[in-house]
């Protein structure tokens, strides 16, 4: 029992520091490793696994729009980025350079990736000759480098895993519909897949994408009460394709230019779902995405007959289309109970020699922790509707967590308050002045999280100057 205790009490409390909990917990259950390269890290195999889950459900749904993927080189010469002004300011400050091939210095330097818009344009401008040509739905799965000050595991990184998505079109309509419809793929696949509710909504121009038009997002709301920016979707218009001169030709005949989006999601979700999901004894992962969907834990497992029908579940279920194993070490049935737990798989079965004899066998949820004698010959139905409300029960816990910490305010000193003392989101109407936008940060730390598709009216005034008031914005802390 010692040794059982002390599994758990490697995790500090989130109550009593939530930035330590969420490290305590990407280490115990080995999702990562720290690098001796500052600012990266290693993602090892069971948080690696999670990442492989979130790219298939992705692409799965990508491809499903008629999206391709392709591969962008890593590098990019300093000419190219610096073409579209606004993009290379925006990124300048993260941009990490390579000035030397083997000894000798290079003619031009060249920039590690932190986004590939210039690098899908130059290769659009050779491309795109003709309306037949349009539209391209391309995406790419790599890694980028923003040069980070301050880091932390999934959330932000010097070097990170993401998609990107770059498409061309003939019009700003489809531009723009496209923008939308990658928007509410992730909105839904968040929801849907990692039980995790979003809210969806435009970036005000200041928290918008460097060099879009406009951007969209959908923010989240972290067990803490931070936000986390969990995906962005912008339309370019054509102001990428002007910069660097990717033109067709119409059914008139007619020199046009394209419309461009981009959009991306990156391996931050994974703290994402740690943040919504987690609790005091570590993972908890919803059944859509975890890797190990069910954990077999043979119980006196020396005892005749008790690994050898653990095994033939495993097999059993494997064929049954879920993701089991079995864990069969000589560790006591106390540890791999804890251990299970750690890593937060989704159901655990308990089986031992008197489970045999009833011909049964103890499933217990890792979300509530319930336990429920089974039949053997209904476990694969058993087991199937456990995971499906598991799934749908941590979806509304999180939204009902989400909803209890959203607030609204209509005046100043209220709203001070409220992102002072109450962590979530808090909705308020603003202007559309940057100026206020930049007072509420300066006053509370807080920034525009996003303006939702869902608008309301609490009120006729700006919350900051008492203006007129033209937009609803959920405000909040973000990581």
């Known amino acids: ?12 409390s989130m109550e009593e520091d939530f ?8 280490k115990k259950a080995e999702l990562i490793d720290y690098s001796s390269v500052k600012g990266c890290m290693v993602i090892k195999p069971a948080g690696y696994a999670i990442w492989e889950n979130i790219q298939k459900e992705l692409d799965t749904r990508f491809k499903a729009t008629g999206v391709e993927n392709v591969y962008m080189p890593m590098f990019i010469p300093e000419s190219l980025l610096q073409v579209e002004k606004d993009h290379v300011e925006g990124f300048a400050p993260e941009v990490a350079w390579v000035t030397h091939g083997g000894l000798e210095p290079l003619q031009e330097r060249m ?8 690098l899908f344009c130059d290769f659009y401008a050779k491309d795109i000759q003709s309306h037949r040509d349009l539209p391209r739905l391309y995406n790419q799965w790599c890694s980028v480098v923003r040069w980070e000050k301050t880091t932390r595991p999934f959330l932000r990184s010097r070097e990170f895993l993401w998609q990107e998505g770059h498409t061309a079109h003939a019009t700003e309509e489809e531009s723009e519909e496209r923008t939308i419809q990658m928007l509410n793929l992730y909105a839904d696949f968040c929801e849907s897949v990692l039980a995790m509710p979003v809210i969806k909504g435009k970036k005000t121009d200041k928290e918008k994408f460097a060099g879009a038009e406009s951007t969209y997002t959908i923010e989240a709301l972290m067990h803490d ?11 370019f218009g054509d102001g990428f394709a002007k910069a660097f001169g990717i033109q067709y030709t119409d059914k008139e005949n007619k020199l046009q230019y394209v419309h461009q989006t981009s959009w991306g999601m990156t391996t931050r979700l994974i703290g994402a779902i740690i943040m919504v999901h987690g609790d005091n004894s570590g993972l908890v992962l919803p059944p859509r995405i975890a890797p190990t969907q069910i954990m077999i834990i043979p119980i006196q497992q020396k005892k005749e007959g008790v690994l050898e029908k653990s095994a033939a579940l495993k097999e059993q279920l494997l064929k049954a ?28 079965i308990e089986i031992g020699p008197k489970d045999l ?9 890792r979300d509530t922790r319930e336990k429920v004698i089974v039949s053997l010959d209904e476990l694969e139905t058993k087991v199937a509707e456990a995971l499906e409300t598991m799934q749908g029960d941590m979806l509304e816990r999180a939204r009902a967590h989400r909803d209890a910490h959203t607030y609204e305010a209509t005046e100043y000193e209220e709203f001070n308050k409220l992102l002072d003392t109450k962590p979530g989101f808090v909705k308020a109407m603003w202007c559309g002045d940057e100026a206020c936008e930049l007072k509420i ?16 009216k609490l009120s006729e005034k700006c919350i900051c100057c008492g203006k007129e008031a033209k937009k609803l914005v959920y405000w909040g802390k973000a990581y």
């Open 1 to 12: 029992m010692a040794n059982e205790k002390k599994l758990v009490e490697a995790i500090t």
């Open 19 to 26: 930035a330590q909990w969420y490290t305590d917990v990407v």
């Open 111 to 118: 920039c590690v990736r932190p986004t590939s818009e210039t």
């Open 225 to 235: 009460g931070k936000a986390l920016q969990s995906g962005t979707s912008h339309n």
């Open 321 to 348: 289309g879920f993701r089991v194993k079995v864990d069969d070490t000589d560790k006591s049935p106390g540890w791999k109970f804890s251990e299970a737990e750690m890593r937060g798989i989704p159901l655990r």
């Open 357 to 365: 004899e009833a011909k049964q066998c103890v499933i217990v949820r």
């Open 441 to 456: 940060k300066d006053d509370t730390t807080a920034t525009s999280r996003c303006m939702p598709f869902n608008q309301e």
